[in-house]
């Protein structure tokens, strides 16, 4: 699978928002310092796991070495109900105290590789690409476009300064966007460049111009089938704005290369995942 981004200080700030001042208080005063214990992260639901390795890391960091996590999956891998995700072994405070923590980063990340799953099997066969947007959650976005790699799926941009990417108040502010694109290619000529267009007239303008990729936003089957037909392999083509799971097929099959889905990292339901002792 994908390498997991770095974590160490998302992990640090989650499991301070989580101990608070004094610790997990309920667990120190109702578990006995020396029992040890056993816990098994359990899926209630099927799915597509990501995010063991940052559940990992949270025993890491909340048992300083004192406890052993023991995974059973990798993640990318489709899980079904009651499937064993990994076995947690160490003493009994450290298992209660990182609970939360571990399973709100893997409820989440596997969420959204649950969801870019489902998408990218909508798909299937057809050649388009699944691909997300920068609708992350703040520090959050390098997980969860892992978990959309998990998940099948490509990432777009991580940041303002990866891509250009113009869309329709840039194209106001230049002008037009033949003239937005060439402002941005003559600034920064290597830089990967997408254009934003709203229409089918608007695309086919900045396809002549040499555009090499234009996200074709809130189009109709017919003007996205018209696109790929007027672009010819001249660029990419990626259709965006209000897609449905339910008509992914159906935008794929005009010949786009990739679906841009915000939904994949914006509205992904947390997996339901239990830490069972």
């Not at 997408?194 to 809130?218: F, M, P, S, Y």
Request: a negative charge.
């Amino acid at each position: 699978m994908t390498d997991v981004p770095p974590f160490a200080d998302l992990l640090q700030t989650a499991i301070a928002e989580d101990l608070g001042p004094a610790g997990d208080v309920t667990t120190l005063a109702t578990v006995d310092p020396a029992a040890t214990g056993t816990a098994r992260f359990v899926t209630r639901v099927a799915g597509v796991v990501a995010g063991l390795p940052v559940a990992a890391g949270v025993y890491e960091a909340v048992g300083a070495g004192r406890v052993r996590v023991v995974p059973h999956v990798e993640d990318g891998a489709r899980i079904a109900a009651g499937d064993v995700l990994a076995t947690v072994e160490g003493p009994l405070r450290d298992l209660l105290t990182g609970e939360r923590t571990a399973l709100n980063l893997l409820g989440q990340l596997s969420g959204v590789a649950s969801l870019t799953r489902l998408w990218v099997d909508a798909v299937e066969g057809t050649g388009a690409r699944i691909r997300d947007t920068r609708k992350t959650v703040p520090g959050l976005r390098a997980l969860q476009k892992y978990a959309v790699r998990c998940g099948g799926g490509v990432n777009h941009r991580m940041s303002l300064s990866d891509a250009a990417l113009v869309k329709d108040n840039h194209v106001v502010a230049a002008g037009g966007v033949v003239e937005a694109f060439r402002l941005v290619r003559a600034q920064y000529p290597g830089l990967p460049l997408e254009i934003e267009a709203d229409t089918l007239e608007q695309a086919c303008a900045v396809i002549d111009a040499g555009a090499d990729l234009v996200l074709l936003d809130n189009m109709s089957l017919d003007d996205l089938r018209a696109a790929v037909a007027y672009a010819s392999g001249r660029a990419e083509l990626e259709a965006s704005g209000g897609l449905r799971l339910a008509d992914a097929r159906a935008v794929a099959e005009t010949g786009v290369h990739y679906l841009s889905v915000g939904a994949l990292t914006h509205s992904a339901a947390v997996l339901d995942i239990g830490l069972d002792i």
